[in-house]
């Protein structure tokens, strides 16, 4: 057993923090002495851990919470994308590095690259490993639809979905508040609540946000809908929200 101080020391996790996760039921001690001090076992210190790594991937208390919680939750399976997006962030650090030393050898204006600054494949990454590690109502309501669909069927949707974008893409020149793109969009949510899970505004804001992220998503939209196509989206999406 450790007392609350020597895991502060030990972890660099401050007293009144290891208080504050007791008290939010993030993390609580093994047990209580009889003065009512805390102390922490081995698997407290497991559990400790886990919390410290989403933290340094920036994950907020409340969703760190509900994923270690979860009775789906597989630390192995998360580990292992953590393992991922810490890789990721270390590249994007590498990246930036490399891109002070060139603005340091070369000045500032003989070298205008912003691409080591997105963080998108992080971004995408992150959201994917969030939603299946922490089985959220919408994760499991996607599996449930998904449940006993054929690959057939499964790229029959992905099809549907892409020409929705094809549809945004054949008016990628218009203004995004206007009413097609706004019907445009209001089919694409639509869309995917009927087949994967309910699309509140606030999670198809998301959504449209890693449309335009500039990783996968954008390539692909963009590539079968016409250069431009997922900012379009993004842009119409936007405004739809804030209705």
Known sequence: MRTVHEVSKLTGVSIRTLQYYDKIGLLHPAEY???GYRLYDDTAMEKLQQILLFRELEFPLKDIKQIIESPDFDKGKALEQQITLLTLKK???????DLARGIKAMGVNHLMDFEPFDTSK????AAQAKASWGKTPEYKEYEEKSKGRTGEENAMLSQQMMDIFSEFGAIRTDIPSGDAAQALVKKLQDFITEHFYTCSNEILYSL???YAGGGDFTTNIDKHAGEGTAEFVYQAI????KK
Not at 91 to 97: M, P, Q, V
């Open 33 to 35: 002495t009889e003065s």
């Open 91 to 97: 590249e994007h650090i590498e990246n930036l590095i």
């Open 122 to 125: 992080i971004d995408e990454y």
């Open 208 to 210: 449209g946000t890693m």
């Open 238 to 241: 936007k405004t739809y929200c």
